[in-house]
């Protein structure tokens, strides 16, 4: 598998790390604890397209949003996550 | 000697000689073992895996199920080798395997009388049986019996090596199609990887008497070679088959770099583990000849008519004086024509096929519409024909020749779960929706006369030229002989003698197939998995499209309702050395030194791995009669005069920026934006979760930067987590991170007298208490280089902790040694480190296991309620606040003589030692000398509720059982004073 790092271009995917779904947003602080254990603990497991959050660990050290479609591994986009996030 | 008096693409004037099963053979350059044992007409190679049947040569290729041999003795002997595929070299020396005591008489045969025993589904019948006679009888037996060859036990002396490549298209095989493609994208200019199982280019035009432009084919094949080394864009891999497809357009291949010697050259791979990242890839790796299913079909002398053609053809060797055909393709016709081309006599020609006369074959016997129905002799002597009235005949023949027309070789294509599906066109499965970048062509995409096949070549591949932007003229397409491609569908001779073989490796007949079906194994999976079919080591290559018919055929199913299965790689089996490559012994891993490793080889330390990091255990003196003493003795020389210690290997983070403060203080438990310029604080984080993840001291060295320590273990996770928090939770924030684990050298100097030794080091600067107070902290310069001082203290002694680049380090402290004489300064390791912690209660890795939490280790207090922070709302949850948890304490035997084990579990006096009554365990142990005795640290439910309270440690593993004192965790200097004289 490969993965376009924005950064770096086109890397072998074994110099990432892989974390999982982007969506979770961490909840305010004072949101209260089922919100935090929704965030911790509850995850989709979808067929079909994800976005997730994967780690240039090898590289350089960017996270990274990248769309995979779990049936196949294709993957449609990656993104920094530092502007994914604006 | 069957060996033709001229002709072949044999090399003559190399004679080798070989040795197989301890006889001496002779063959020549060009020879596979597997055609140089035809020339010298042995015939009985193998014994199969279930029934001990004697077998013969089936194939020429690397589908070949039976003539699986140990390559080679001692070290170096490779078990399970295809005779087939294996090039043969002077010297060459091979044994044939799963036969006792000899292969021409195997005890293991009786097996073959126990057949009804041995049906499908076997295994998991038997499983039925008591389990305890499985493990104890059963299984040793099959293991025994059944089986194939055995590995040397020996380490492997060679080395294997790993390789990338990048190309604008990957051909897989240099067949005709192979070579057109590679050809016609080499010409425009692409970036081509042509790959080749074989050394010879070429595939079946070395084998068939076929003419292009004029000329034998295996000439044109030739001069295509010869262009496409000479371009420079073109990579050709010999002895390189690609054994998988993996996502986004990876492939693995693994090249046999010197399998045809006896030994790799000084330097030279054994093999070559490629990963090859093709933009476009043509799978033009042909099609596998099938089996005709009839009775007797795996006695020696009966073989594929392609491999009958080939030995022929290429080798001038041949298999038999008198061959019958037995056909359902046109294939088979041109075979018997080539037989006779080459002065074979030609028993019989049988076709069922009604009216099937692809060519005029004037001196051969035809049975059109006639089937074999018996073969006969210990090897083949004699096949019954039934001819098209019915009247069956006696025919001598010493060779049978099967062509049951073409299955194509896509196997790898499949691997990403692309379902082949059936066509009736060709009786066979083709792959209509390969993967992304890859098309087929030639016999892989069923396509199988000679024209054709060529014609898909040169038009792929300027397809695939032209994708890359490499646009160029196609080479002509050249005039070829005339080549019949008709075939009938997967062929089966119902009510045969003797057994019909599907699966010749595994043992598999059509009957099992018919007892799966009926046992309600219906689907091609369930079907694989209970009779093993396709499982053995040629992964069905020969077998799965037949089984899949036949199955089709008992369940009243057409072919392509029953489908068939999918393919995973390996296509081939590899050696898992080629997948280690160099990572092996002493290479397994990276192995990580610290700046003063040499310093601490020279004092004698023995080292022990910390992750990839080696450090020092400790330093061992003359005369030191076992590590306890060493390790006390270093431990007394920190508590009381000084001690060196390579913290190197903490992880080391910088942070710098406006709000490095601001994400402190959000991801340790406790304030860091509040810490003075020059001051350190011990620190703890949580997980998100509310459990720990690390701890370590972080220094305040300016306004907007600061630096901070891990554990050794946690370092890549801190900083991988401390970047996610930056760019994912608070993008918002301005603040850089970096690694300087491997930038800084850091040293811990230790004990009451390290003051004094800093002192000599450095006189100008003053480290009085006043001045240079615990947890104060200093940049400074040390013989011009950069150098911080931190007042730390892990053991709970006076202590500074000095740090320097880490091109430094040795120096460093070779004059922290040197400066140190006076006082005795003293090397300490990793185990004197982890007594002086224990002895302080310090929590470390055991105690930081994923389970515990701030306030079970004693940190609650630490837990800011003034902000919020990573951890914080999941630790207050009820189960995470339960005053039953176990907590953090220290224990002591209670005789003070007994030694303590880590992971002894703490249960009350006078229970029995079951799981119900388990209060928690020991984490760390260590003898304490000040204390003169063992004393642990331990988990214990409520602890801190009963200091002074006696358990009893049990571990059951060790068979010990000691009565413990609980008490407070530390055991030295409980107010620290030595910490701040």
Not at chain 2, 265 to 274: E, I, S, V
Not at chain 2, 901 to 915: E, F, K, N, R
Request: aromatic residues 8%; hydrophobic residues 45%; neutral net charge.
């Amino acid at each position: 598998m490969r993965v376009k790092c924005p950064y770096c271009g086109d890397r072998d995917v074994h110099e990432f790390v892989y974390r999982g779904d982007a969506a979770p947003v961490r909840p305010a602080a004072d949101a209260g604890e089922a919100a935090f254990a929704d965030y911790v603990y509850l995850r989709d497991n979808p067929a079909g397209p994800i976005a997730e959050h994967w780690y240039h660990a090898q590289g350089c050290r960017n996270w990274l949003v990248v769309e995979r479609d779990t049936r196949s591994h294709a993957i449609a986009a990656v993104r920094l996550a530092r502007e994914a996030a604006r | 000697m069957s060996r033709l008096a001229a002709g072949g693409l044999i090399d003559r004037s190399q004679p080798l000689r070989f040795r197989f099963d301890g006889r001496d053979y002779g063959g020549f350059a060009g020879d596979t073992l597997a055609s140089a044992l035809i020339a010298n007409d042995v015939r009985l190679v193998g014994r199969s895996f279930k029934y001990h049947r004697p077998r013969g040569l089936l194939t020429a290729g690397a589908e070949e199920p039976n003539a699986l041999v140990t390559l080679r003795a001692g070290a170096r002997a490779e078990p399970n080798s295809r005779a087939t595929t294996i090039e043969l070299y002077d010297g060459l020396e091979a044994k044939s395997q799963n036969r006792w005591p000899s292969l021409g008489f195997d005890l293991m045969a009786v097996n073959g009388l126990m057949s009804p025993l041995f049906v499908a589904g076997f295994y998991y019948k038997t499983f039925m049986w008591p389990a305890a006679l499985w493990e104890k009888l059963y299984e040793p037996l099959i293991r025994r019996a059944a089986g194939l060859g055995a590995l040397s036990g020996a380490p492997d002396p060679d080395h294997y090596d790993k390789a990338h490549g990048f190309c604008d298209l990957l051909v897989i095989g240099a067949g005709p199609a192979g070579l057109a493609a590679a050809l016609a994208a080499g010409r425009a200019g692409a970036r081509v990887f042509l790959l080749e199982q074989e050394n010879e280019l070429g595939g079946r035009l070395l084998s068939e008497r076929h003419e292009i432009d004029g000329r034998p084919g295996h000439l044109w094949a030739r001069e295509v070679a010869d262009e496409l080394s000479a371009l420079p864009e073109v990579t050709i891999l010999r002895r390189t088959t690609a054994f998988g497809v993996y996502d986004d357009r990876s492939y693995g291949a693994i090249e046999r770099v010197a399998d045809h010697l006896a030994e790799p050259l000084p330097g030279q791979p054994r093999q070559r583990l490629w990963k090859i990242v093709a933009k476009r890839t043509i799978l033009a790796a042909g099609a596998i000849e099938r089996p005709i299913l009839f009775g007797g079909n795996d006695r020696p002398g009966v073989m594929m008519a392609s491999a009958v053609q080939s030995y022929v053809n290429r080798f001038a060797a041949v298999p038999g004086r008198r061959i019958a055909l037995f056909t359902t393709s046109d294939s088979g016709w041109q075979v018997a024509a080539d037989l006779r081309a080459a002065g074979v006599e030609v028993a019989a020609l049988i076709d069922p096929r009604e009216g099937a006369a692809p060519m005029a074959l004037p001196d051969v016997p035809l049975f059109a519409g006639g089937t074999v129905t018996s073969t006969h002799g210990r090897i083949l002597r004699s096949i019954g024909v039934r001819a098209a009235g019915g009247r069956v005949t006696r025919i001598a023949a010493d060779v049978l020749a099967m062509a049951g027309g073409w299955n194509p070789a896509m196997g790898i294509g499949c691997n990403l779960g692309s379902r082949p599906i059936w066509s009736e066109a060709i009786h066979s499965f083709v792959l209509k929706a390969p993967p992304p970048g890859m098309a087929l062509a030639g016999a892989a995409a069923g396509r199988f006369s000679l024209a054709e096949t060529i014609g898909d070549g040169l038009r792929e591949g300027m397809a695939a030229a032209a994708d890359m932007g490499h646009e160029g003229h196609a080479p002509p397409m050249p005039r070829t002989s005339d080549d019949k491609a008709g075939v009938a569908a997967p062929w089966h001779v119902p009510g045969g003698r003797g057994k019909a073989f599907v699966d010749f490796q595994h043992d598999v007949t059509d009957s099992d197939i018919a007892l799966s079906v009926r046992e309600g194994f219906r689907s091609v999976e369930h079907l694989k998995r209970y009779t093993t079919l396709g499982m053995a080591t040629d992964q069905g290559k020969t077998s799965q499209v037949n089984a899949h018919a036949l199955l089709a055929m008992y369940s009243g199913k057409a072919i392509v309702e029953a489908g068939t299965v999918l393919s995973r790689p390996p296509y081939l089996p590899v050696a898992i050395g080629a997948f280690a490559g160099h990572h092996r012994d002493a290479d397994f891993r990276p192995v990580r030194l610290t700046a003063g490793h040499g310093w601490a080889v020279e004092q004698g330390a023995r080292f022990v791995d910390a992750g990839q990091w080696k450090r020092a255990q400790w330093f061992a003196r003359p005369g030191e009669t076992g590590w306890l003493e060493t390790v006390s003795r270093e431990a007394r020389a920190v508590r009381s005069g000084v001690g060196l210690c390579d913290v190197s290997t903490l992880g080391k983070i910088e942070l710098s920026g406006a709000d490095a403060g601001v994400l402190l203080d959000r991801l340790y438990i406790n304030n860091f934006s509040t810490l003075k310029v020059g001051r350190a604080r011990y620190g703890v984080m949580l997980r998100e979760d509310g459990i720990v993840m690390d701890d370590g001291t972080t220094t305040r060295l300016a306004e907007d930067r600061y630096f901070l320590t891990t554990t050794t273990a946690n370092a890549a996770r801190v900083m991988q987590h401390i970047d996610y928090c930056r760019q994912i939770l608070w993008p918002e924030l301005d603040v850089q991170a970096v690694s300087v684990t491997e930038q800084w050298a850091q040293y811990a100097v230790a004990g009451p007298l390290s003051r004094r030794l800093l002192q000599y080091l450095l006189p100008d600067l003053d480290l009085s208490n006043e001045a240079f107070p615990f947890m104060a902290a200093a940049e400074t310069r040390w013989r011009g280089v950069p150098m911080r001082i931190f007042r730390l203290s892990f053991s709970g002694e006076l202590a500074y902790e000095l740090g320097v680049p880490a091109a430094y380090g040795d120096a460093l402290v070779r004059a922290l040694m040197e400066a140190g004489r006076p006082l005795d300064a003293t090397p300490y390791g990793t185990e004197a480190l982890g007594v002086l912690r224990i002895e302080k209660g310090h929590a470390a890795g055991n105690e930081l296991n994923g389970q515990t939490t701030a306030a079970d280790l004693g940190f609650g207090g630490m837990m800011s309620t003034k902000k919020d922070y990573i951890g914080r709302v999941m630790a207050a949850r009820p189960g995470l606040t339960d005053p039953d948890r176990p907590v953090l304490i220290g224990i002591r035997p209670v005789d003070r003589v007994s030694r303590l084990a880590g992971g002894a579990h703490l249960l009350p006096t006078g229970v029995p030692d079951i799981a119900a009554h388990d209060e928690g365990h020991v984490t760390s142990v260590a003898f304490s000398p000040m204390m003169d005795g063992w004393i642990g640290l331990a988990l214990l439910r409520r602890g801190r509720e009963r200091i002074g309270e006696h358990v009893r440690a049990v571990d059951l593993l060790r068979g010990t059982d000691v009565e413990v004192e609980i008490c407070s965790p530390v055991f030295v200097d409980p107010e620290g004073v030595r910490l701040r004289g």
